[in-house]
């Protein structure tokens, strides 16, 4: 039996992770560290763990001579360097939730550590779907020829954005880091990984377009309780969190989910506020250019105005084609010779595309010996991050054309 470590059991360690790991026979949880005691005695309640293992503080937990295998890093961007550092010092691996800092600083200080980063992998989960896997497998066995350009865009969704990214945990570079890292680093890996290429150069437009307050409908409020328009504006938080649902992503706003708690939530926090008065500064568009060393060129776009949440991914070689459209789980490969294959594909349901619960069994699986490692390691995963900070240092000089691997040397 593999004894795992969970740091954060919030909505990627419990419903992500957590649950991956109830659902295997070989491996279980045996402490959690979570500041909120909701969350914290829930985790432990469903995994069965002792109260003196279920902490508010993770420090309490990675002081102690090692007592599990591995650490499942769960907690906020600005609580993943530390105890990354401190469980890998213990000895324990490591699999820690994305992005690895909310800035070039956490690569800095994990680098210098001393730590043994070769036991430390992200969680790209993406890398993991069915979805993702059979497009690397097509371009593996150079379905299309030569590769030219990939052409790649993350419709994130209107709701989802101003959800995460207005009102949410994430509404601010200095806390949670760029949009394009925090939502699009997943992105930038798939790019890194399907590539097999080291990137050249990043150039980068884009900028906080629409949720401001000088676009504000003229007789809307400042919060949505209030406003005349809460029947009728796509963006009410009053249609997106006072209706019936209490899934995702009601279920991250309190941990009380009945109606009249919700409400209390929209009266007096952040998820309240109308979405062109917070206090947000990440871009809602972003568009980016890279350049690859094997000569690929792959352009992506990260779009807050769309009505699906989806990825959509279109790759151009010498003999033919290949599409997908990963919410709808289908790849098609059209051969300029008239021969088109579709590919449907299949997973368990769990989040990004089976992936969730793909890297959580490989985890144990390295655990338990029987792989050399995941692919997402920390040297592997450097360069989708060093990716992203480019793209947001170019954005912000104007489009100027930026190496990414310089950024480590500032």
Known sequence: ??????????????????????????ARVVAVAEPDEFRRERFAKDHSIIPQNAVADWKSLLSRPRFADGVIVASPEAVHVEPAIEALRS????????????????????ISSGADTSRLFLAHVLRYSGFFKTIKSLLESEAIGKLIAVEYTEQVGYY????????????????????????S??????????????????VSHGGLKYFRRENAPESSTERCLDCPLKETCPYSAVTQYLSDNTDWPVNTIGNDMSLEKRRDVLRTGNYGKCVFRSDNNVVDYQNVLVSFENGVEASFSMNAFTSSKTRKIFISGSDGEIYGDFESDRVELRLFSGETKIYK?????????????????????????????????FKESIQSHLMCWAAEKSRLEGGLKIDPWSLLAL
């Not at 691996?93 to 800095?108: F, H």
């Not at 680093?185 to 990043?202: K, P």
């Open 1 to 26: 039996m593999i004894d795992l470590i969970m740091i954060g059991a919030g909505n990627r360690g419990y419903f992500a992770y957590g649950e991956a790991v109830l659902s295997m026979g070989d």
């Open 91 to 110: 000895g324990y691996a490591v699999l820690l939730e994305k992005p690895i800092s909310a800035d070039l600083s956490g690569i800095r200080d994990l």
């Open 160 to 183: 989802h954005f101003a959800h995460s990214y207005v009102r949410g945990n994430w509404r601010r570079s200095e806390l949670a880091g760029p949009s394009i890292l925090s939502k």
């Open 185 to 202: 680093c997943h992105d930038m890996d798939i790019l890194t990984w399907l590539l097999s290429s080291r990137a050249l150069s990043v």
């Open 345 to 377: 594909i299949s997973h368990d349901e769990s989040r990004h595309g089976g992936g969730d619960m793909e890297i959580t069994r490989d985890f144990v699986r390295y655990l338990k010996g029987e792989t050399a490692g995941l692919s997402t390691s």
